[in-house]
Structures are given as C-alpha cells and as structure tokens.
C-alpha cells in the first residue's frame, strides 16, 4: 500500500528545492494547484519504512492575519478604548492567493503532512495556520502521529536530508507567543494611533504624515533617537587645550602625546608651554618597552550582528539588508538568516563549510591554506537554542549571485575570519621626559595579520618609529599649544540603534529591521550622511509629548517586558491568555490617562506645528454652514470648515480644485475636481467622501460610487473594466471633450475614445443586447466623420461596433478589445449573467469574442 505524505513550505521557491532534495528516483514531476502562486511538486519516495507518494507544496509567509471584525475598522464610528475589549478576528492574509482552499484540496487522500516552515517562533505559528486546514483533511491512520516537523537551518541538499531523517512535532507554545504578541501590538498600536492620529490631524496642517502611528516597539525605537538628539541639544562644549611636542630624528619630525592628555584651563597649559620651553632644547629617553598583543578573531555572526556591519560597512539599511539575506538563504547561498546564536554548537561541521569554498576564485586560495593549516577554535558566544550563526552554504560569484553579492561576500569574509588565527602585533612605546614631563611615541608591527588577511575591515597597518635608545638626547623641534573644543555625540547610526535594540530587548532578531526602517516611512526621523538617523519635528514632538503625559509610553523597558512574557509563553510557563489579559489591562488604563491628559502633549504641538486655519487654503463652500472649506495640501490631503469644526479626509494623489460651483445633491456640499499625474479626474463632495452615503463597505477600494447621483451625471457608467482582476466599471468622462476618454471607478484603466473625431458624446440608457454594456450616442465633426456618406450621427456599443472598436486604444496605444470571454456577466442589463458552464458560450462570451476579433482586424490593417 502507497500512503500519500503532504509536505508544506514556507515559500514556493523552498517548496521545489526541497522537493529537488529529497527525491532520490529521477526527478519530480510539477503542477498548478489551486492557489495560483504555490505549485505542487510530486515525486514517489520512502516513509518510515513505507513506500510513499510525497506531495510538496507550500504557503506564502502567513496563511492568516489578525484583525477586528469589520465593525470595528471604521475610525469615525468605534472609540478607540473599546478596542482593548474587542474580539479578534483571522482573515486570509491574502485572499487572492487561495490558500487554505489549496491545502484542504491537496490534503484530501494523504495520511501525514510534513512541516517545512522556517524555523522560529513566526515559523511556528504558520505550522498552526497550515494544519488548520489540512489536519481536517487527514485519512485516519489508527491514532499514529500524523503531523511532524522539519528542523533545518540551511537549503543544502546534505542539511534537508539530515532533517528529513529527525523529524519532531511543532511546538504549540512558541505559536501561541506570537498569537498574543499579535493581538497585543494590534490593540495597543491601533488604539493609540488612531485617537492621536484624529486628535492632531484634525488640528495642525505641516505634520507631513498620513498616520500619527504608536506602536510599542515602534516607539521606544524612535524614543532612543531622540533621547540622541536630546543630548545633542543639551551639549554645551567647553574649551580644553594639549602641548603638543614634536621632536625630530633620522630626518623625520614625531608628533608626541602628553601624559596629562587634555586640560581645561589655558593658564596651566601654558605654565607648562614656559617650562618645557626654559629647559634644555632636547629631551630624554627614559623608557622604551615592547609589547606582543593581539586583535581578537570576530564571533560568528547573528542577525543584529549582520545587520550592523551591512550599515556600516555595505552602507545597507537593515530592512534592505535583511531583504537580501533573505533571498540569499531561499536561492542556497547563506543559512537561515534570523538567528540570535553567535556561537558555532559542537556538531556544526566547519571543515566541511570551509572546504565548500576551496575552489572560490577570490578566497579559495586562503580556504585552502586554513585547512591545511588548521582552523582556529572559534571564539565563544551565546547559544540561544535557536539557529546556527549565518554561514555560506556553497561558492558563489558575483555574477552568479546579483545583488546580494556584497553580502554574501561580506557574510562568506566573516565566516572564514571567525575560524582564523588572531592577528598579532609587536606594540613598541616610547617614553620621553623633559622638565619632569612625560610623552610618549607609539609604533606597531604585525607579526601574523590572521583573520585581517580576509576581513577587509580588519587590516593593521604598521606604524613604523625611528629606533631610540635609554638615555639618549633628543632634540625637540617645537612645543606649542593645540586649542579644542570638546564636541556632542554624533546621531545614532543604524549599527547604533541596533546596539542599544538588542541591549534593551526591543524587537526579536526577525523584527528589529521593520521597527526602524517604520520609523523613517512615518516621517519621524530622516537618514542622513553615514547612515545616521536624525529626528524629524514630528518624531521629537511625539517622544516628548508622550514623556509629558506617561513616560512608560516611550521608555525601552516596558516593551522589553511584553517580550519577556511572550518568551515566558513560548517556553510554556505562562497562560497565553494570561499574559494577554494582564498587558491589555495595563495599556487600557494608560490610554485613558493619555486621553484625559492628551492637552499636555497638545501645548508642545501648538508650539511646533501650523495651525489648519494657517495651512489651509478657502476652496468650496460646507454643505452645513455655507462657510467655506479649506484643503490642506501636505500629506494628509484634507479639508476643513473653520466654523462646523469638522476635518473631511480627501484623496491623497492629485490636484484639487472646484468643480464648475456645483453642489451635491445630497449635502449640499460645493464639489471638488480630483485630478492626478496618471490622467484620471473626477468630481467629488467632501462629506460623501468622508462619510459615504451608501456604506464604507461599499465605497472601499472606489474612486467614485456609480450609485452616486453626481457621478450617475458627471461619469456615467458605459461597460465593465477590462483589466484583469478588476470588478470596476469604465464611465464616460463628460469633462475630457474633445479627447474623449472613458476611466474605471476602481483601477488605473482607462481608454482613449475616437481620437479627436468626436464633437459629442453621450451615454444612453439603452443597453447592448449583446454585451449588456450601455450604448454611446456620438456626434463627430463634420470634417473629419468616420462615418460614410457624411453623416455624423451614430449610437452604437463600444464593445460590439466594428467602427467604435477601431477608434478606441486602451493604455500604450494597445488596441481595444474586452478581454477574459467567459467571465458570464461582468457587465451590467440584459447581458449579465447568460454565460453558465456546461452549456456554450453566453452572449457576453461572443461579444467579447467578436470585439477580439474586430480589434485584431483593425491591427492589420493600420499595418
């Protein structure tokens, strides 16, 4: 008997290399599965001693997403306090995908499933995600282990196989700490940010930002910035003075450094200036001692580590890097790239990672050499239970490789380094005296460069001094006073923030990257020169408003408390729910003292920011008042009555104007034009856009509702959108005359109408019997009509007419035809809905046939 084993992955590209890895009778054979992004790869194999046919399939990141119920998503309508006691709720993290409907189909037959997810705390929470939907599916097999889990931290064919033959079970408890870290960050980031987000967009108009954003890790990120530039602010320098000496020998002149170092006082330096100066023109060699030191050997790498030295030395952000390092471990170039290990465990076979570099054409010489030489005991570090540090996988070039070759480079120059010989040197001081004074003069020789033969970053270069001798005179060139000033710390750089993340325990090794990289996209800090980060008026406003009214709010140590608990959990010596209750309970008492004290950090704003009277510019008139409303035109795009006291969120791509002083029929509201860089334009009212008439839900994802009565007028709806994956509908811009064109209500599609042959244009009530699409009425120009005998009238559909087809271009002048037959009613009347599976092709099917074939006839002949 053949049992069938379903095997899951964590992306596409791993689901076929590991299919490639463990097939060991030919190759396997590929499929499409229900999702349209993750194939199935099957091939016949050996399972616990039972022939087997595997299936190897895979998600993509996470199956499912955290969320409120919809009735908890409009901002306007739910307080922000209500959400801490919110349920939540798992969506599919991308719908479009199919997901779950593709395991619960290929799950049906099989009898285990085998998980391959990446293997970390997030790794182990998509296991539960995945077995959710295949577990149900299941054969029976008598009360045996059905659900086993993969161990592996690199793609290598040896290392999947290792794990292939050591399978254990996913670790519940791990899943479940990043289920309460979710719902934590969820009802913490969304309370706070949405209430400070309403509270000071509705009130200042230059913040620059679409979302006033809190998040618990986001901003104790954001609060060592500014606790930076604080003490940058704050730094008063002072003067401070040094004797600076030179003496000369063997025709080279040596700077030499003052015992004292530095003084503060410019009457002392110079007492001591006189008394060198009054003594005898030479000084004396009282000392000269040589020492043998070293320059230790780097440990292996981790995350943070990694992250640090690509910003300092790859000028990569971390989110850039660890994007890279990231699809370098998914092509089999770098082992798994989250992990907080930098120690090699005993097992790890570094000969055999060294020897996969041998034939390199750049360091292969020196791999070889080290073999033969003997690799150095890799320096100690910390073992955290959960991935090897990042090693190479296998030789690669740089055309090989792409743009991660700077990495991997890097990464590969690391490695070997960290098995290498320190590097020594012969450290020769020199001490001098004069008037009862010291100085001295420092030389270096390197005896065995060591690990800085292949780590670029840590070459030595030899300082070489004239040989000197006990007792001799030397003679003393000049003795001046240097005057300094001392200077502020500098910005934090990237590598910094790193640092002080991974001290304070803010953010996992997997996260740290995300936290700063939102920091720069919300506008709170910008990156300057050398990677480092300085903050923005927003992001100094917000630290220091929330110190004012509840300092934990933006302090390290609260979050590194949250992440403690969530490690309690995944070590299972806490309550998930425990653990979620207790922080819940914590922040909601936080929130409401922030909200009964919001004023304070107000007072620091209003010293800040422009007011929205000041920002804002009169455009069209409220439907309330009859006052006029004000657009601010820096990001958040809006518009706001002075006098009802009411802010209107608007489009936030495209110019604003007025639109011919009309009102809406339904407020009263003057309305706007809308028009942005891709060509569209449209009308718009201020309070249906904000607060639409027929339900957010409705709205969403629309330019404009066709229920609309401004639109009913002003976009008329002709045909159903041809773009792919696109439920939206083209309507007849009535502005565009004399190039007519018609757009979608949902996408960027639009369409490019008779060139500049027709006088006018209308959409009729009528409907295409064939197509269901509305009929245009259109009048040409007399001297340049299409139509034959000069006529100039004609009332046809876009789709179906041969000569309407013909002067009609979709995008980058591709002629038009309505795409995906088939689809049994996209457009809207007689024609919806004909098409039914089994029975022929609908009327829509033909329609959209014959306009194919129209525009493909009048491709010929324009040839």
Request: hydrophobic share 35%; with cysteine.
């Amino acid at each position: 008997m053949v049992i069938s084993v379903l095997m899951v992955a964590e992306k596409p590209s791993i689901a076929q290399t590991l299919a490639e890895a463990l097939c060991t009778r030919g190759k396997p054979t590929s499929r499409k599965g229900v999702s349209p992004v993750c194939s199935v790869f099957e091939y016949e194999g050996d399972f616990y001693g039972q022939r087997a046919w595997f299936k190897v399939t895979s998600c993509a990141g996470h199956v499912y997403s955290i969320d409120f119920p919809p009735e908890f998503n409009v901002w306007d309508r739910v307080h922000p306090l209500t959400l801490y006691g919110a349920k939540t709720v798992k969506n599919e993290a991308n719908p479009k995908l199919r997901v779950p409907a593709h395991f619960q189909k290929e799950a049906k037959g099989c009898s285990y499933l085998v998980l391959w997810l990446d293997c970390d705390r997030e790794g182990e929470n998509i296991c539960f995600e995945v077995m959710d939907n295949v577990v149900p599916q299941l054969s029976s097999v008598g009360g045996e282990q059905q659900v086993w889990r993969a161990k592996f931290s690199s793609l290598a064919p040896v290392d999947l196989k290792k794990a292939m033959a050591n399978l254990g079970s996913p670790n519940k408890d791990e899943a479940l700490s990043v289920d309460a870290r979710q719902e934590i960050d969820l009802k913490l980031g969304c309370s706070f940010t949405r209430f400070q987000t309403k509270y000071f967009q509705g009130k200042y108009g230059d913040m620059d930002t679409n979302l006033i954003s809190y998040g618990p890790c986001q901003t104790p990120t954001l609060w060592f910035c500014v606790r930076r530039h604080d003490e940058i602010t704050a730094f008063q320098p002072e003067n401070f003075y040094t004797l600076d000496l030179v003496i000369s020998k063997q025709g080279r002149e040596l700077s030499l450094e003052w015992y004292r170092g530095q003084v503060f006082d410019m009457a002392i330096t110079t007492t001591f200036q006189q008394i060198i100066q009054a003594a005898t023109g030479s000084m004396r060699v009282a000392d000269i001692s040589q020492k043998e030191d070293r320059m230790p050997r780097p440990q292996a790498l981790n995350t943070v580590a990694m992250l640090k030295m690509a910003s300092t030395r790859l000028g990569l952000g971390p989110q850039r890097a660890m994007h890279l390092a990231e699809n370098l471990y998914l092509q089999g170039w770098l082992t798994y790239p989250r992990t907080e290990t930098n120690t090699y465990p005993a097992n790890f076979d570094l000969r055999a990672t060294v020897g996969a570099q041998t034939q390199h054409h750049v360091w292969g010489q020196y791999s070889q050499d080290l073999l033969r030489q003997g690799l150095a005991r890799a320096r100690e570090g910390t073992d955290m239970g959960d991935h090897p540090p990042i090693t190479p996988v296998r030789a690669g070039t740089q055309q090989q490789i792409g743009d991660g070759w700077s990495l991997y480079e890097m990464v590969t120059r690391h490695f070997l380094a960290s098995v290498s010989g320190d590097c020594k040197f012969l450290r020769t001081k020199v001490r001098f005296e004069v008037a009862g004074e010291e100085f001295t003069l420092s030389g270096r020789k390197v005896i065995d460069p060591g690990f800085t033969r292949i780590q670029h970053s840590g070459e030595m270069d030899d300082i070489t001094i004239p040989d000197f001798h006990v007792n001799e005179q030397v003679p003393v060139q000049n003795v001046s006073i240097g005057s300094h000033k001392t200077r502020a710390p500098p910005y934090l750089s990237e590598s910094d923030l790193l640092t002080l993340m991974e001290k304070h325990g803010i953010g996992t090794d997997a996260s740290m990257a995300t936290h700063i990289n939102n920091i720069c996209e919300r506008n709170y800090v910008t990156l300057a020169e050398g990677r480092r980060l300085i903050p923005t008026k927003l992001g100094i406003g917000l630290v220091h408003g929330f110190q004012l009214v509840d300092n934990e709010l933006v302090v390290p140590k609260v979050r590194a408390n949250i992440e403690a608990s969530c490690s309690l959990i995944a070590a299972g010596k806490a309550q998930m729910e425990a653990v979620v209750h207790h922080v819940l309970k914590i922040f909601r008492g936080k929130f409401v003292y922030f909200e009964k004290n919001v004023d304070l950090m107000d007072q620091l704003f209003q010293s800040t920011f422009t007011s929205l009277e000041a920002s804002g510019r009169p455009l069209s008139r409220c439907g309330v008042c009859n006052k006029y409303l004000y657009v601010v035109d820096r990001k958040p795009v809006r518009m706001f009555c002075k006098n009802c006291d009411r802010v209107y969120k608007m489009p936030q791509n495209g110019q604003i104007k007025l639109y011919k002083e009309l009102r809406c029929p339904l407020d009263n509201f003057e309305l706007c034009f809308v028009a942005n860089k891709q060509g569209k334009s449209y009308p718009l009212c201020p309070m249906c856009y904000d607060d639409p008439p027929f339900g957010a839900k409705n709205a969403a994802g629309k330019h404009w509702e066709l229920e609309h009565p401004v639109y009913q007028k002003y976009r008329p709806q002709v045909l159903s959108c041809i773009a792919d994956n696109c439920n939206g509908a083209l309507c007849l811009d009535v502005d565009s005359a004399p190039k007519w064109q018609i757009d979608c209500n949902v996408c960027m599609q639009n369409l490019q109408i008779f060139g500049d042959k027709a006088h006018k244009v209308k959409v009729s009530a009528d409907l295409c019997e064939e197509c269901g699409s509305h009929l245009l009425i259109v009048t040409f120009n007399k001297a340049k009509s299409p139509l034959a005998n000069g006529e100039t009238e004609r009332t046809a559909c876009l789709a179906c007419d041969t000569l309407f087809n013909s002067l009609t271009e979709a995008g980058q002048n591709k002629g038009f035809f309505r795409r995906n037959p088939g689809k049994g009613g996209k457009g809207k009347g007689k024609g919806k809905g004909k098409g039914k599976k089994g029975r022929g092709p609908s009327a829509d099917d033909l329609a959209e046939e014959r306009g194919r074939q129209m525009a493909m006839a009048g491709k010929k002949r324009g040839k």
